[in-house]
């Protein structure tokens, strides 16, 4: 049985009758208890050390669309198509954490919507002999692609109360972190991430200590 929890009740009680042997064995189980209740550090950019691997995934809504003026006598008819369809993007792969505020992720993105070929995608017929007369229009459909591996350098800091920030250069935003799970020694081995990529999009994932 662990000593961080054992209290030896019985042996205690026996002993309540000698003050002496009684502090010493309080003063062993102090010593035992120690390791136990030691106070997990101060997170700090060294909390964050190593390879960790991350999956981040986002629900986004594609739009696709194309158009095409048709000019008549009695003026300009413009036909149109179309659509638009939520789907997931995943950005997978790892991240090496120096410890001193600098990152390096290796990373594949998966479902990438691709919005020119999404486009291309729509077919219009040729302009119809009478004007405002219907045409059979195909709106085409989404195209997702894989984009990777690919390497980035990103600059990170972790706050005293464990909440932490990814800049990732170029404009490309930034990761929040939620640092949990820490070993004895500091090291944060789980890392809850949140990627606000713009007001309706909003990524969510977890980074695991290799």
Not at 44 to 51: E, F, K, M
Request: hydrophobic fraction near 40%; include cysteine.
């Amino acid at each position: 049985m662990s000593p961080c929890i054992s209290t030896g009740f019985k042996s205690t009680r026996a002993l309540a009758r000698n003050g002496a042997r009684l502090l010493a064995v309080l003063a062993a189980l102090l010593v035992l208890a120690g390791p136990c209740f030691a106070a997990t550090p101060t997170p700090t950019a060294a909390s964050l050390n190593g390879v960790y691997v991350f999956h981040i995934y986002t629900v986004k809504e594609a739009y696709w669309y194309k158009s095409k003026n048709c000019t008549y006598s009695t003026g300009t008819f413009t036909y149109a198509g179309g659509g638009q369809r939520a789907y997931g993007e995943i950005i997978t792969g790892e991240a090496t954490f120096n410890g001193k505020g600098g990152v390096t992720f290796n990373a594949t993105q998966m479902n990438k919507f691709n919005s020119t070929a999404s486009d291309n995608t729509v077919i219009i017929p040729a302009c119809p002999v009478k004007a405002g007369a219907q045409l059979n229009i195909n709106n085409g459909s989404m195209v997702l692609e894989n984009e990777g591996p690919m390497t980035i350098q990103a600059t990170y800091v972790v706050k005293s109360d464990g909440s932490g920030t990814i800049t990732i250069p170029g404009g490309q935003g930034d990761l929040q972190l939620s640092l949990a799970a820490f070993t004895s020694t500091g090291l944060s081995t789980t890392v809850l991430m949140l990627n606000p990529d713009n007001a309706t999009d909003t990524g969510t994932g977890i980074a695991i200590h290799k």
